[in-house]
């Protein structure tokens, strides 16, 4: 049952409006200010919410590429770090990713960024080496070539899918740091904590192109001159 409600011109409501008018301009305010108290928060929560909903920002990556023959389309996709080291200028494109969310964070890529190599689909993934971002995301050609593995038909050249960037060959790490080992810390820095629990090669692991926040990435590094765990 709703509240009773005063009529319109009771006593109540009289009195109130022969009030001294001091208190009358106080009472006044007061509503001002609180309505503007109540913006404030409006426009500071809406603030907030966008500030949460943008995409947040990386500086390190983690790509993933086949070291072993596999054919397909009469393609051989065999590219790993020695093949981009043996490269002329030891740069390459990183083409072929046909993932929406792989390439968007290829697209947030910057000039100078650092990323793993890392080796996949083969007898032991994991991190091989180091290269650097030299060019920005870019179309990627292979989506219209016919002969390509890559291709794809639903793509225009007007309206292009798929992006990709340069990389350049840094250098192998110390030692290869395997997948099996990086999933053993994993799995500790779950349960206890650390940098690596909620690292993308286990939440999303799928993802050929994947962020890494830099205490994963510095965390990573760190291992190449530790003995195997």
């Given at each position: 049952?709703?509240?009773?409600?005063?009529?319109?011109?009771?006593?109540?409501?009289?009195?109130?409006?022969?009030?001294?008018?001091?208190?009358t301009?106080?009472?006044?305010?007061?509503?001002?200010?609180?309505?503007?108290?109540?913006?404030?928060?409006?426009?500071?929560?809406n603030?907030?919410?966008?500030?949460?909903?943008?995409?947040?920002?990386?500086?390190?990556?983690?790509?993933?590429?086949?070291?072993?023959?596999?054919?397909?389309?009469?393609?051989?996709?065999?590219?790993?770090?020695e093949?981009?080291?043996?490269?002329?200028?030891?740069?390459?494109?990183?083409?072929?990713?046909?993932?929406?969310?792989?390439?968007?964070?290829?697209?947030?890529?910057?000039?100078?960024?650092?990323?793993?190599?890392?080796?996949?689909?083969?007898?032991?993934?994991?991190?091989a080496?180091?290269?650097?971002?030299?060019?920005?995301?870019?179309?990627?050609?292979?989506?219209?070539?016919?002969?390509?593995?890559?291709?794809?038909?639903?793509?225009?050249?007007?309206?292009?899918?798929?992006s990709?960037?340069?990389?350049?060959?840094?250098?192998?790490?110390?030692?290869?740091?395997?997948?099996?080992?990086?999933?053993?810390?994993?799995?500790?820095?779950?349960?206890?904590?650390?940098?690596?629990?909620?690292?993308?090669?286990?939440?999303?692991?799928?993802?050929?192109?994947?962020?890494?926040?830099?205490?994963?990435?510095?965390?990573?590094?760190?291992?190449?001159?530790?003995?195997?765990?």
């Amino acid at each position: 049952m709703p509240p009773k409600k005063n009529a319109r011109g009771s006593k109540s409501t009289v009195n109130s409006a022969k009030d001294d008018h001091g208190e009358t301009v106080s009472a006044a305010k007061e509503t001002v200010s609180r309505k503007r108290t109540a913006a404030a928060s409006v426009e500071a929560g809406n603030k907030k919410s966008k500030e949460s909903s943008s995409p947040p920002q990386y500086c390190h990556w983690l790509m993933k590429s086949e070291p072993e023959s596999r054919f397909e389309n009469g393609i051989d996709m065999k590219f790993g770090i020695e093949d981009l080291k043996a490269l002329p200028n030891q740069t390459s494109c990183w083409d072929g990713v046909r993932n929406y969310q792989a390439r968007n964070f290829m697209r947030q890529m910057k000039e100078g960024q650092l990323a793993f190599f890392y080796h996949s689909n083969c007898k032991e993934p994991g991190v091989a080496g180091i290269m650097k971002i030299v060019k920005e995301a870019y179309v990627d050609h292979t989506q219209f070539d016919k002969k390509d593995a890559h291709f794809d038909a639903t793509s225009k050249p007007d309206n292009p899918k798929w992006s990709m960037v340069d990389v350049h060959y840094q250098r192998m790490m110390n030692r290869y740091i395997p997948l099996s080992e990086l999933k053993k810390y994993h799995l500790q820095h779950r349960a206890k904590g650390g940098p690596l629990k909620d690292m993308a090669l286990f939440t999303r692991a799928r993802l050929s192109v994947q962020p890494l926040t830099s205490e994963e990435f510095d965390f990573v590094m760190s291992l190449e001159d530790k003995k195997p765990l």
